[in-house]
C-alpha cells in the first residue's frame, strides 16, 4: 500500500504518525504473512480436519522459500562490481569494504523477494571522524512517502523502531526518524500514535 502525500500539504510529525498507524494496521500484518509463507507456516497447515478419521494431508511444497532463496543467490551471488572510465573510485569502493555493502545487498534482495520492498539506511557514525555506514532496515521498520501525482516521487522515507518500558518490557511507543532531501526530523511517538516530547530537526548530510 503506497503512502501519498499531496504536493501542497506539508508534511509534519502528525501525519507521520499517521502513516505509522497505517503502516502497523495494514502494511505488517501482509508482511507477516508473506514471511510466514517464506517460513513454510503455510495456511494449509493450520488445517482442522472436518472428522476425527480424516487424513492429515496438511503438506507444504515450500516453494516460496526455494524461490526467493535461489533469486537472491543468483542475483547477489557474486558481489556487484563497480568501475568507472572517468572517475577514481578507490575511496567508494574502501568504504563498501568497510561498511560491507555486500552483505548489505544480498540482505536486501532477499527482503525484496519475500517482502516485495526492501530499505537500506545510509546514515554518518558516530566516531569522532563520522564515516558513512549503511545498515539493511527489516521492511516492518520503514516506508517510502511518495508525492500523489502519477510521478510518484518520493517525498521521504521513515524509520522507526519499538521503545519498552524497562520494568515490563512492553511497548510503549517508537523512535522516529524521517529524512527528506534537505533535513533529518527526529521524534517520538506514543502507543497511541500521538507525538511525544521535543521535535528535532537537522540538516541531510547527504
Not at 502497523?24 to 480436519?49: A, C, F, M, N, S
Not at 523512535?175 to 511517538?189: H, L, P
Request: overall charge negative; proline content about 6%.
Amino acid at each position: 500500500m503506497p503512502f501519498l502525500l499531496n504536493n501542497t500539504e506539508p508534511l509534519t510529525p502528525e501525519l507521520i504518525c499517521k502513516y505509522i498507524k497505517m503502516h502497523q494496521d495494514v502494511t505488517i500484518p501482509r508482511y507477516q504473512k508473506l514471511k510466514d509463507y517464506y517460513l513454510g507456516l503455510h495456511d494449509i497447515v493450520r488445517r482442522e480436519p472436518k472428522r476425527a478419521d480424516d487424513p492429515c494431508n496438511n503438506v507444504v511444497c515450500n516453494y516460496a522459500k526455494y524461490i526467493s532463496d535461489f533469486a537472491a543467490g543468483y542475483l547477489i551471488g557474486e558481489p556487484i562490481a563497480y568501475q568507472s572510465d572517468d572517475q577514481d573510485l578507490a575511496d567508494l569502493l574502501e568504504w563498501f569494504k568497510k561498511a560491507q555493502i555486500d552483505v548489505q545487498d544480498m540482505d536486501n534482495a532477499k527482503d525484496q523477494s519475500i517482502y516485495g520492498v526492501a530499505y537500506e539506511l545510509v546514515y554518518m557514525s558516530s566516531d569522532e571522524s563520522p564515516i558513512p555506514k549503511a545498515a539493511s532496515i527489516h521492511p516492518s521498520q520503514a516506508f517510502v512517502i511518495y508525492n500523489n501525482t502519477v510521478e510518484l516521487k518520493p517525498v521521504a522515507g521513515v524509520y522507526y523502531y519499538e521503545q519498552k518500558d524497562v520494568s515490563t518490557q512492553k511497548l510503549s511507543g517508537w523512535k522516529v526518524e524521517c529524512s527528506t532531501d534537505t533535513e533529518y526530523i527526529k521524534f517520538d511517538v506514543t502507543k497511541d500514535f500521538e507525538v511525544s516530547g521535543e521535535i528535532v530537526r537537522e540538516p541531510n548530510p547527504f
